[in-house]
C-alpha cells in the first residue's frame, strides 16, 4: 500500500511537470508571437492553446507541435464556421444580398480549410514559403468574408465574431511558422 502510494505521487509530480511544461512553452511562444505581431493576442493565444492542449495527447513539447496544433485548432474552427454558415442559410430573414455574402462566405471558408491542408503539408516537408502563403490565403479569407457585407449600406455581417476568431488562429498560425523558421 505504501508503494503505491509513492508510485501515485510520483506520477502525480511529472504529470504536473509535463502539463506546467506545456502551458511554460504556450505561454513563452505566445508571448514572442504576440510580440511579433500586433494582430495577435497574447491572451487569446494563451487561452486557445492551452484549451486545446487539454485534449491533446501528448500534450505540445516543441513550437513544432504548437505550429500543427495551432493549424488543427484553425482548421477545426474553420469547419464549424462552415456548419453555422449552412444554418445561417436556412434563416428566412436574410435578405438575397445576405445570403449570396453567407453563399460566398461559405466558398471562402471551404478553400480555407484547403488551403490550411496544404500549409500543414508544406509545413511537414519544410516548405516555409509555402506554409506561409497557403495559412496567408486563408487569414485573407476570413477578411474578405467580413468585408463583403460592408459593400451593402445598412447591411451586417452575421459572422463577425467567427471571422475575428478564425482571424486570430490563422495569425497565430503565421506567428509560429515564423518563429519555427527562425529558430529551427
Do not use: W
Not at 4 to 28: P, Y
Not at 116 to 143: M, Q, R, W
Amino acid at each position: 500500500m505504501k508503494f503505491s502510494i509513492h508510485l501515485l505521487v510520483i506520477f502525480s509530480i511529472f504529470l504536473f511537470q509535463r502539463t506546467e511544461g506545456s502551458n511554460n512553452l504556450i505561454s513563452e511562444s505566445c508571448r514572442e508571437a504576440s510580440k511579433n505581431d500586433p494582430n495577435l493576442s497574447h491572451d487569446f493565444c494563451v487561452a486557445s492553446l492551452e484549451e486545446a492542449s487539454t485534449k491533446s495527447k501528448p500534450p505540445p513539447s516543441s513550437l513544432k507541435d504548437l505550429v500543427g496544433m495551432s493549424i488543427q485548432l484553425t482548421k477545426s474552427n474553420g469547419t464549424i464556421i462552415v456548419s453555422l454558415i449552412s444554418e445561417l442559410l436556412k434563416n428566412k430573414s436574410f435578405d438575397h444580398y445576405a445570403k449570396a455574402c453567407l453563399l460566398d462566405c461559405s466558398k471562402l471558408y471551404s478553400d480555407s480549410l484547403s488551403d490550411l491542408e496544404d500549409a500543414v503539408a508544406a509545413f511537414e516537408s519544410k516548405d516555409f514559403d509555402t506554409a506561409n502563403i497557403k495559412a496567408s490565403a486563408a487569414l485573407d479569407n476570413s477578411v474578405t468574408c467580413e468585408d463583403q457585407f460592408k459593400d451593402k449600406k445598412g447591411e451586417s455581417s452575421p459572422l463577425t465574431k467567427e471571422n475575428h476568431i478564425f482571424f486570430q488562429l490563422n495569425v497565430m498560425s503565421l506567428a509560429f511558422i515564423q518563429m519555427f523558421r527562425q529558430y529551427r
